[in-house]
C-alpha cells in the first residue's frame, strides 16, 4: 500500500465536515442552547471548510493546476445553473450591474454555500504562484493575507477607523475576506506543503496538540463573540494551529482510502441548500413557520436526505463514468505512457546544445516514432515550438486537423492528386527532384524546401546540380523558404564518417552560398538528432531532431520520453519436457510457471525476439520471453517471479531498480530503436503520465 492508499481518514473527515456545514446552515442547537449551538455551528464546524481546503492542497498539483482548475470551474458553473431558479427567487439578480455580477460570480458566488467554488480556484492559483517561492516567503505572504482577513471577519470589531475604509472598499468587491484571496491561500499551502514533507505525526502527541489549540480556539471566539467583535465569524487566529494539527492527526492514523466518501461528502455539501428548501416548502403543509424552534429536526432530516439523495447521486453518475472509463480506458491492453516532463527536459537539453539562432523542427513523422503525433506536437506547441517535420501529407494534415500551429514540413514526395492537401492545410512540400518542382510550379503556389543531395543518394537535387536549383528558385509559384540535405554519417566522429560528413556540410553551404550571391537567403538546415550530439558546430536555422528528442540515444542528459506497458492476463504451471507456444520450438527445462501477456507482434513487438531473446519486466523483476511472439500474445517464464492475472509487464521503461531501454529491445531485434518506436502500431493506446 502507498502513503496515498492509506490516507482514508481524510475521507472519513469530509463526510464529518459536510454535514458540520449542514449544521451551520441549519443551527440544530439554537433552542435547545443558543450557546451549545454557537459551539457547534461557529466553532467546532468551522474547521470544515478549511479542512476542505487543506485536502484540495494536499491532492492539488500545484505546478500544473490546469487540470484541478478546469474541474473546478465545470463544477462551479454546474452547480451555479442548479441554484440558478433560487438563486433569482431569493433576490440574488436585483439590482442587476456588471461590477455585481462580477462580485458574485468571482466571490460571493450565486447562492450561499457556493463561494467555496471561486474562493478554492483563486486560492489554487494564488498558491500556484507562491509555490514558485521558498516555502517561508509562501507561508510569510499566506500568513499576511490571512491576518488581513481575520480584521475584516472576526476581528473587524477591533479594526481602527482609517482600516474601516479600507476594508470597506475590499467589501464593495466582495462580501466577506473568507474568500480565495485571504482565507484559502493559508490551508491550501498548508495542505501542499505537508504532501510534499511527507512527515510522520505520532498521533497521541498530535492530538493533544488538536485539543490544546481547539480549546484556546474556543476561547477566543466566544470572548471576540462576547465582546461584540465579529463581522463574520469564519476566521479566528487559533483555527491555522487546530486545523495544522488536526491534518496531521488524521494522516497519522492509516486506513484504507475510501473515494467513494468524497464524492458523496461533495454531493452533501452541493446539495444540502436545496434539499432544506424543499423541506421548507413541504413544511408549509403544517403550518407556516413549522421549523421554527424544530431546527434540530430540519438538520437531521436535511442530514438524511442529502445522505441519501448523494449515494443516489454517486450511483447514478458512477454509472455513466464507469461506462465512459471502459470505453477509453488506456491501461486495458497494451499501452503507452507519454512522460511530457521527460519531453520538456530533452527539449530544454536540445535546445541548451543547438547553434546559435537555430530553431528546433522536431521530427515527429510516424505518429512520432509511435509516441502520439498529436499529443507530442500539442506538447512541444506549449513548449514554444514552431516547426515540425512530418512523412507525408496525410500526417500534416492530421496535425492541422488537431489544431497544431506553425511551419509543418512534409520530408517525403506528396502525389499530385494530393497538392490541394498543401494549400488547405498551409502544409510546406519537399521538392524531391528538379521534374517534381516544375510538377507542383505548375500547381500553384505552394510554400516548399529544397531537398539537396550532398551524399544520402535517397532524395533531392545533388548539390553539383547548381544550376538546377537556381531554376527552381525563379519558378514563379514556389516559395522556397529553405533548402536542406540529410548527413548519412554522423553517428559517429570517426576519421571516415567524420569526413564525409564535413564533406556534406561544405558542399551543402556552398550551394547556400552562391544562393545568397544571387539575393536568395533561404533557410537552411541540415542537423538531425545525431547531427545536432555529434557535429554542432555546423550549424543551420532549423534542428530536424527525432529519436533524441524522445530520449532514445545513448546521452545521460535525454530522458526516454515512452514506457510501453501491458498486462499478465494469464499464469499457469508448465510441466518439465512440455513445449510453449507455436511450433514447438520452447521446450521446458524444469517445472516453470509461464504467464500470458496482452501484446503480440501486431502491437509493434517484433517476432525476433522470440525464444528468449528480450525480457519483460514484471514486478521489478525480468522475465524471460517464452516460445514464439504471436500476434496479440506474449509468453514470458515467470518462474522466479511473484506474478498474479492482471499485474502489469513493462515491455519498455522502469520497474522496480530494472530498466528496459527502446534501445536493447533494438538492439536485440538487431535494429535501431527508430524502428522499434515507429512500429508500435495504433492499436497500442497512447496515454499522458
Ligand atoms: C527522420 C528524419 C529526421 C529525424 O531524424 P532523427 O535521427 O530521428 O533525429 C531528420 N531529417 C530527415 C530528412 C528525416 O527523414
New binding site residues.
Given amino acids: 500500500m502507498t502513503e496515498n492508499e492509506k490516507s482514508g481518514m481524510f475521507d472519513l473527515f469530509r463526510l464529518i465536515a459536510a454535514i458540520l456545514v449542514i449544521s451551520i446552515h441549519t443551527s440544530p442547537l439554537e433552542t435547545i442552547n443558543p450557546y451549545a449551538d454557537i459551539f457547534l455551528t461557529r466553532i467546532i464546524a468551522r474547521t470544515a471548510v478549511p479542512f476542505f481546503f487543506m485536502v484540495t492542497g494536499f491532492y492539488t498539483n500545484f505546478e500544473q493546476p490546469k487540470k484541478a482548475l478546469l474541474k473546478l470551474t465545470k463544477m462551479y458553473l454546474a452547480v451555479t445553473l442548479l441554484y440558478l431558479p433560487f438563486s433569482i427567487y431569493s433576490g440574488y439578480f436585483s439590482g442587476f450591474s456588471l461590477g455585481k455580477a462580477l462580485k458574485m460570480l468571482i466571490f460571493d458566488g450565486y447562492y450561499y454555500h457556493l463561494w467555496y467554488f471561486p474562493a478554492c480556484i483563486t486560492g489554487i492559483l494564488l498558491v500556484h504562484f507562491l509555490e514558485k517561492l521558498s516555502a517561508k516567503k509562501a507561508f510569510v505572504i499566506a500568513i499576511i493575507l490571512y491576518i488581513i482577513g481575520i480584521f475584516g471577519d472576526s476581528y473587524y470589531g477591533i479594526t481602527i477607523v482609517p482600516l474601516k475604509i479600507f476594508y470597506n472598499i475590499l467589501f464593495g468587491i466582495f462580501s466577506y475576506t473568507r474568500n480565495g484571496l485571504f482565507f484559502a491561500p493559508i490551508f491550501l499551502l498548508m495542505g501542499s506543503k505537508l504532501k510534499k514533507a511527507n512527515m510522520k505525526f505520532d498521533s497521541k502527541k498530535v492530538a493533544v496538540a488538536v485539543e490544546i489549540f481547539f480549546v484556546i480556539m474556543t476561547a477566543e471566539a466566544f470572548l471576540l463573540k462576547g465582546f461584540n467583535i465579529p463581522r463574520h465569524d469564519s476566521m479566528y487566529v487559533f483555527l491555522v494551529p487546530t486545523m495544522l494539527f488536526l491534518f496531521a492527526f488524521l494522516s497519522s492514523i492509516k486506513i484504507p482510502q475510501k473515494p467513494i466518501l468524497r464524492k458523496i461528502s461533495m454531493w452533501i455539501y452541493i446539495i444540502h441548500p436545496l434539499i432544506i428548501i424543499v423541506l421548507r416548502g413541504i413544511s408549509k403543509i403544517f403550518s407556516e413557520n413549522f421549523f421554527e424552534k424544530r431546527e434540530l429536526l430540519l438538520f437531521v432530516l436535511t442530514t438524511i436526505f442529502s445522505g441519501f439523495f448523494s449515494i443516489f447521486a454517486v450511483i447514478v453518475t458512477r454509472k455513466s463514468r464507469n461506462l465512459h472509463n471502459a470505453l477509453h480506458c488506456p491501461t486495458a491492453r497494451a499501452w503507452a505512457e507519454i512522460d511530457v516532463n521527460a519531453l520538456r527536459k530533452n527539449v530544454e537539453y536540445l535546445r541548451s546544445i543547438s547553434p546559435k539562432n537555430s530553431e528546433l523542427m522536431p521530427?515527429v513523422?510516424?505518429n512520432a516514432?509511435g509516441h502520439g503525433a498529436v499529443l507530442i506536437s500539442r506538447e512541444l506547441n506549449k513548449m514554444g515550438v514552431k516547426a515540425f517535420?512530418v512523412?507525408s501529407a496525410d500526417e500534416g494534415a492530421e496535425l492541422r486537423k488537431h489544431g497544431i500551429r506553425g511551419e509543418i514540413l512534409i520530408?517525403?514526395y506528396t502525389h499530385p492528386a494530393q497538392f490541394p492537401l498543401l494549400r488547405f492545410f498551409r502544409l510546406s512540400q519537399?521538392i524531391v527532384s528538379y521534374e517534381y518542382a516544375k510538377l507542383i510550379n505548375r500547381y500553384g503556389k505552394i510554400h516548399c524546401h529544397i531537398?539537396i543531395d550532398t551524399g544520402m543518394r535517397r532524395?533531392g537535387i545533388r548539390s553539383d546540380e547548381e544550376g538546377k536549383i537556381q531554376r527552381i528558385f525563379e519558378m514563379p509559384n514556389l516559395y522556397i523558404d529553405g533548402i536542406?540535405t540529410?548527413l548519412s554519417a554522423d553517428e559517429t566522429t570517426l576519421p571516415s564518417d567524420k569526413s564525409f560528413t564535413e564533406r556534406q556540410a561544405e558542399s551543402f553551404f556552398n550551394i547556400a552560398e552562391s544562393l545568397a550571391e544571387n539575393g536568395y537567403y533561404p533557410k537552411v538546415h541540415l542537423l538531425?538528432?545525431?547531427?545536432?550530439l555529434n557535429y554542432a558546430h555546423l550549424g543551420g536555422d532549423y534542428i530536424?531532431?527525432?529519436?533524441?528528442?524522445?530520449g532514445c540515444v545513448v546521452n545521460a542528459n535525454l530522458l526516454p520520453v515512452m514506457s510501453l506497458k501491458t498486462r499478465v492476463t494469464s499464469v499457469r504451471n508448465v510441466y518439465k519436457g512440455e513445449t510453449i507456444g507455436y511450433g514447438l520450438t520452447s521446450e521446458a527445462y524444469e517445472d516453470m510457471r509461464v504467464a500470458a501477456l496482452a501484446i503480440g507482434y501486431a502491437d509493434g513487438l517484433p517476432r525476433a525476439l522470440s525464444d528468449g531473446k528480450c525480457h519483460v519486466l514484471i514486478s521489478g523483476k525480468r522475465a524471460p520471453i517464452v516460445g514464439k511472439i504471436c500476434m496479440d500474445q506474449t509468453i514470458v517464464d515467470v518462474t522466479n517471479i511473484e506474478v498474479r492475472e492482471g499485474d502489469i509487464a513493462v515491455i519498455i521503461g522502469n520497474s522496480g531498480d530494472e530498466m528496459i531501454t527502446a534501445n536493447e529491445i533494438a538492439a536485440r531485434a538487431d535494429t535501431i530503436p527508430?524502428e522499434i518506436l515507429s512500429r508500435i502500431s495504433s492499436r497500442v493506446v497512447i496515454c499522458a503520465k
Fill in positions: 521530427a513523422k510516424a516514432y517535420c512523412a520530408l517525403g519537399t531537398g532524395l536542406f540529410h538531425s538528432s545525431f547531427g545536432l530536424r531532431a527525432g529519436i533524441a528528442l524522445y527508430n
